[in-house]
């Protein structure tokens, strides 16, 4: 398989905090334009394991490369070698990630908020820049929300916000941490429905940690089930949480579905 087909493959990868062992051995591979869902229970790892694809976790064991490259890490002679923060952080221009909460800047608004990492990081002229977050606004459907601070929005318009600045980057993978989870119920639908426009597009490769079932199975390519640090099944949605195999997950399915 090309590095062009396939934009993350993971072997191996174990995480540890003290003698609790989150991941033991989570192999994962991406597809170009594929959406990927990962479910499971809390604890199970998944949420570490994104972290871990993009450095922001650093794996006790195991590699992850992007796009034919290591993440974190680089090969002199025999050895890997850790990068440095800054070379990391090149790595990850291209590994949009949106987090459980917003982490937007309040003393900026919403365009500036945008705008922050095109102009420091890939050097956009200012112009550029906010034409770039007029245009994702819209995308995200909150054109007369440009100038307003996040404290002014609701939790559903901020996590649509955050979702267009890690646009911005003009990301070839984005990563979602449980987006909808810090969410009032009544505000996970917009956020998901921004979700669905990405992933209907095909522009890009996405990997969604979440709960809502009902969104996984109408947009994901494939569905992974996570527990006890293991992927413990995967498949097509369908197959996964229609008939899924494996009593763990039909356990699951089951405390979240009734």
């Not at 229970?41 to 694809?53: E, H, I, N, V």
């Not at 794996?59 to 090969?75: A, K, Q, S, W």
């Not at 820049?129 to 318009?157: F, H, I, N």
């Amino acid at each position: 398989m090309t590095n062009l087909v396939q934009p993350i493959r993971a072997r191996g990868i174990r995480k540890s905090y003290g003698s609790l062992e989150v991941l033991k051995g989570v192999d994962l591979d991406l597809a170009k334009g594929e959406v990927l869902c990962i479910l499971g229970p809390s604890g199970s790892g998944k949420s570490t394991l994104l972290r871990c694809l993009n450095h922001l976790e650093r794996p006790d064991g195991g590699m992850v490369e992007f796009e034919g490259c290591p993440v974190g890490y680089r090969l002199k002679g025999d050895r890997f070698h850790e990068l440095p923060e800054r070379e990391i952080q090149k790595q990850r221009k291209s590994m949009g990630m949106v987090f459980q909460r917003f982490n937007l800047f309040p003393h900026l608004t919403a365009r500036e908020n945008i705008m922050e990492a095109p102009r420091r990081v890939l050097k956009v002229s200012q112009a550029e820049a906010s034409a770039r977050a007029e245009r994702l606004m819209a995308q995200v459907g909150l054109a007369d929300k440009l100038d307003v601070y996040p404290g002014a929005l609701s939790g559903g318009q901020q996590q649509r916000v955050a979702i267009a600045r890690a646009l911005a980057m003009d990301p070839s993978v984005m990563l979602f941490d449980e987006p909808t989870s810090a969410l009032d119920p009544e505000l996970v639908g917009e956020v998901l429905d921004v979700m669905r426009m990405l992933a209907d597009s095909h522009a890009m490769s996405m990997i969604v940690v979440t709960h809502e079932i009902g969104f996984a199975r109408s947009v994901a390519d494939r569905v992974i089930f996570m527990d006890g640090g293991v992927i413990v099944e995967e498949g097509p949605p369908d197959e996964i949480l229609v008939h899924p195999q494996h009593e763990r997950t039909q356990a699951f399915l089951r405390r979240i579905l009734d």
